[in-house]
Nanobody, 120 residues
Framework: VQLQASGGGLVQPGGSLRLSCAAS????????MGWYRQAPGKQRELVAT???????SYADSVKGRFTISRDNAKNTVYLQMNGLKPEDTAVYYC???????????????WGQGTQVTVSS
């Protein structure tokens, strides 16, 4: 199972970006999916999560600005980021709990990270 993230880049303050993360491989089912970020010199932090039933949760710092969604048919999770601020600058990582086809238990997988830089 692999997670491939894309959509990062350089954007001015107040701008928008949309991140995507597609899971591929021998997938039976996917549980929770989420986005984390890590700024230079800081620990990785949770940004947003979405459960299989579509329920979501967000870090306080991004509430009202970021929206997480998923397309179960495409095994893909998205993060729409609006009103970006310089403090949102970080490497963004996607995360998913995946049950491989024929397996019983879920394992946790990470994408490779995509850089988001907010600067004028």
């Amino acid at each position: 199972v692999q997670l491939q993230a894309s959509g990062g880049g350089l954007v001015q303050p107040g701008g928008s970006l949309r991140l995507s993360c597609a899971a591929s491989g021998s997938i039976g089912s996917i549980g929770n999916m989420g986005w984390y970020r890590q700024a230079p010199g800081k620990q990785r932090e949770l940004v947003a999560t979405i459960a299989g039933d579509g329920s979501t949760s967000y870090a306080d710092s991004v509430k009202g600005r970021f929206t997480i969604s998923r397309d179960n048919a495409k095994n893909t999770v998205y993060l729409q980021m609006n009103g970006l601020k310089p403090e949102d600058t970080a490497v963004y990582y996607c995360n998913a709990r995946v049950r491989r086809r024929g397996w019983v238990l879920y394992n946790e997988y990470w994408g490779q990270g995509t850089q988001v830089t907010v600067s004028s």
